[in-house]
């Protein structure tokens, strides 16, 4: 059984930075392509950033150069670090894990950004 379970999130300032964690059980998180999704309030759930199995990176326009996704091997656990933030990044966000056509989801941690 897959589980992902996220941590990290909370209230912060524009301009602070947080670190998300999404701890991984039932698969290794260097075996899979990982990444973070968000949502914002009425918004759709989008793409910010993805690792590949093979530890290539990409990230959406929006948090390019502000934001950076890894993981511990060793901690089996997948990491987004998020600098420079924005009142825009205000929203729940997911850790997910691909495995061939299906996705697994955590349940989220919001981030909040105040002005």
């Known amino acids: 059984q897959v589980q992902l379970v996220e941590s990290g999130g909370g209230l912060v300032q524009a301009g602070d930075s947080l670190r998300l964690s999404c701890a991984a059980s039932?698969?290794?998180?260097?075996?899979?392509?990982m990444g973070w999704f968000r949502q914002a309030p009425g918004k759709q759930r989008e793409l910010v950033a993805q690792?590949?199995?093979?530890?290539?990176?990409d990230y959406a326009d929006s948090v390019k150069g502000r934001f950076t996704i890894s993981r511990d091997n060793t901690k089996n656990t997948l990491y987004l670090q998020m600098s420079s933030l924005k009142l825009e990044d205000t929203a729940v966000y997911y850790c997910?894990?691909?495995?061939?056509?299906?996705?697994?989801w955590g349940r989220g941690t919001l981030v909040t950004v105040s002005s």
């Open positions: 039932g698969r290794t998180v260097n075996s899979y392509n």
């Open positions: 690792i590949t199995s093979g530890g290539s990176t």
């Open positions: 997910t894990l691909q495995q061939s056509v299906v996705r697994y």
